[in-house]
């Protein structure tokens, strides 16, 4: 149900942004109905070993292959869906069709688009051995302003937990696997995307040293009451 209390403080919602065009323009945004209450997050290097070492720990003079890169991030969450508000408000595609429509948004993240897949059926059909690679879409994972992170999703698991009487989902769980892109990958992304990468780590890098900051300064008040002066 909506809340009653308009005075009740503005909440951020996180967000998935997709682009499905070589043009830089969101072809879809998925603003989550919930935030999830946790979220899982796992950093890798790229070119680590099974052991889990760093290959760049050991570096060679003029071998690249084990130049060190910036960390693979994963993400694991789950999102709930929950059509009952609008059904309260009679909305006429959720009392149609549901959850579907945001389920089908979810799914979509793992395909390529259709229309690089219909023109290489016609590319076919004409004897053509030209064939367009498909492309997973570029997603743009946004948790809060200091995450802003292109993404791949990997995987999207969904438990439909409510029904209403012409078997529409009306309740639904989304388990969400991400990892965000290599350098490579962003490179490839172009602008404005392949900045994306670096601002992040800065933005991490700026972080830390507010850490720091605080550390320092809970020593410095520390220090200053052991002092008899």
Request: aromatic share 6%; charged share 15%.
């Amino acid at each position: 149900m909506a809340s009653e209390f308009p005075g009740s403080p503005w909440l951020l919602k996180g967000a998935l942004i997709t682009f499905g065009a070589p043009i830089p323009v969101p072809t879809n945004i998925i603003i989550f109905q919930y935030n999830p209450e946790s979220m899982t997050r796992k950093l890798s290097q790229p070119g680590a070993d099974q052991t889990g070492a760093s290959r760049g720990a050991c570096l060679n003079a003029g071998d690249t292959r084990n130049v060190m890169q910036s960390p693979v991030e994963q993400y694991s969450l789950t999102v709930e869906l929950d059509a009952a508000d609008q059904l309260e408000q009679s909305d006429s595609v959720s009392i149609a069709v549901g959850l579907h429509p945001a389920l089908a948004a979810l799914e979509l993240l793992l395909y390529p688009g259709s229309t690089v897949a219909l023109l290489n059926q016609a590319l076919t059909l004409f004897g053509s051995a030209f064939i367009i690679p498909p492309q997973m879409p570029l997603v743009l994972f946004v948790w809060g302003a200091a995450r802003v992170v292109p993404v791949q999703v990997t995987s999207v698991s969904i438990t439909e937990t409510a029904f209403d009487q012409m078997l529409n989902p009306i309740q639904a769980k989304v388990d969400l696997e991400m990892r965000s892109l290599t350098d490579s990958e962003l490179n490839s992304a172009g602008q404005p995307f392949n900045t994306l990468g670096i601002i992040n780590q800065v933005a991490k890098e700026v972080m830390a040293r507010f850490q720091i900051g605080g550390i320092a300064a809970q020593e410095a008040q520390t220090i200053k009451g052991l002092l008899p002066f």
